[in-house]
């Protein structure tokens, strides 16, 4: 197998949104082609052109009936990774995000936005909720296994004197 000179690594990462699936699927365990038809909900031969592309590019490897990455492909689905899931929080809700002004999150928590993962946005007006809580937002965090946030608060009782 040769590589290919006219794909770049980034090519073959970034601009197939197959391929990046696959890959990420592959992040944690090998797996074969029926377990990826399924994860993925599509038919081997879509797959086959793009795991055909990673082999080649010794990306993956194709062991026991099973598609591994590579050590290679270990080293950039570790580096793709974050970068992926920082562009799905902020292409979810992205109006919401490009509108705020986010220079006053401290860089070491704002360089992480991407471990948000899965996230419901709830917005209120402060005039209805100005001395309570929303019970949408109360009823979740009591569902919630694990929370962590990040408030900025006013409150009328609490001024500089």
């Not at 062991?63 to 990455?69: Q, S």
Request: include cysteine; hydrophobic fraction near 40%; charge should be negative.
């Amino acid at each position: 197998m040769t590589l290919s000179a006219s794909l770049s690594l980034s090519d073959i990462v970034c601009l197939s949104e197959k391929r990046r699936t696959l890959l990420l699927l592959l992040k944690e365990k090998g797996c074969k082609i029926e377990e990826l038809t399924e994860k993925t909900e599509m038919t081997a031969h879509s797959l086959a052109p793009q795991l055909k592309t990673l082999r080649d590019e010794k990306i993956i490897v194709l062991k026991d009936d099973r598609y591994e990455l590579t050590h290679i492909g270990h080293i950039l689905v570790k580096n793709m990774y974050p970068l992926f899931e920082t562009i799905a929080v902020l292409e979810r809700d992205r109006k919401y995000w490009f509108d705020r002004d986010l220079s006053v999150i401290p860089p070491e928590l704002l360089y992480r936005i991407g471990e948000i993962g899965a996230y419901k946005l709830l917005e209120y007006s402060i005039s209805d909720y100005m001395f309570d809580v929303p019970a949408e937002f109360l009823d979740n965090l009591k569902k919630s296994k694990h929370a962590m946030c990040l408030l900025s608060v006013y409150h009328p009782v609490y001024t500089d004197e």
